[in-house]
């Protein structure tokens, strides 16, 4: 199962995987139904959750409900309880959006939802994030999940994800971190996927975060 998991995330393109998971969703969450994990993003419960990785294939990682991963459900906590965006009329732009969070942004009344790709199918704007056609200020949300390691200018990006964010606004940034390495390693000479893979961790990555992210 690991070795299958890890040719599919590695070798089907992502764009493709979305649209196939909206289709094999239902087969996959009567086949898992079950009471022992349960998604705090709908509350459906399972016997089981999907492995997930990339490398390193991690036991019960996926939501067989929402296509949730560890990450997206700490990230739905935070927002739920730390957060006004459920609350407050607010206006949202989601980089890359994950399906996890996608319909439910998309039905929530309070939010002026936007959605923004240059590949992904959920995306209604298509666009560079490093050159956004977007005015100043215009947003009190931003979301912006694992996508900057896959940006060869990542502060070109940085200072446009601040440039439309509303001052006082949240901005939610998550990259793969290297808490144990002080400086971000990169290097624009490592090109190829297998390359890449060995030395930022996955095929499409083109640095490692290191503690100097935060400054």
């Known amino acids: 199962m690991k070795s299958i998991i890890r040719l599919i995330l590695n070798y089907i393109p992502r764009t493709i995987l979305t649209r ?7 087969i996959i969450r009567l086949y898992l139904k079950g009471d022992k994990y349960t998604d705090p993003i709908d509350g459906k419960s399972f016997r089981e959750f999907i492995p997930y990785g990339y490398n390193n294939v991690r036991k019960n990682a996926l939501s067989p409900s929402t296509y949730s991963l560890e990450r997206h459900r700490m990230l739905w906590l935070y927002l739920k309880n730390e957060t006004k965006i459920f609350s407050n009329k607010v206006k949202l732009l989601h980089f890359a959006p994950e399906p996890a969070f996608y319909e439910i942004f998309k039905k929530s009344n309070n939010i002026l939802y936007d959605t923004i790709d240059l590949n992904s199918p959920l995306a209604d704007i298509k666009a560079d994030i490093c050159n956004l056609p977007l005015k100043d ?3 009190d949300f931003i979301l912006c999940n694992h996508v900057l390691e896959h940006i060869e200018d990542d502060l070109k990006a940085m200072s446009e994800l601040y440039r439309v964010l509303k001052k006082g606004g949240i901005g939610v940034f998550q990259i793969p971190i290297d808490p144990k390495r002080e400086k971000t390693y990169e290097d624009r000479s490592i090109k190829s996927p297998k390359e ?3 030395m930022f961790g996955q095929y499409d990555h083109v ?5 100097d992210y935060f400054e």
């Open 137 to 139: 200020d215009t947003y």
């Open 20 to 26: 196939i998971s909206t289709f094999v969703k239902p």
């Open 196 to 198: 890449r893979n060995r």
């Open 207 to 211: 640095r490692i975060y290191g503690m």
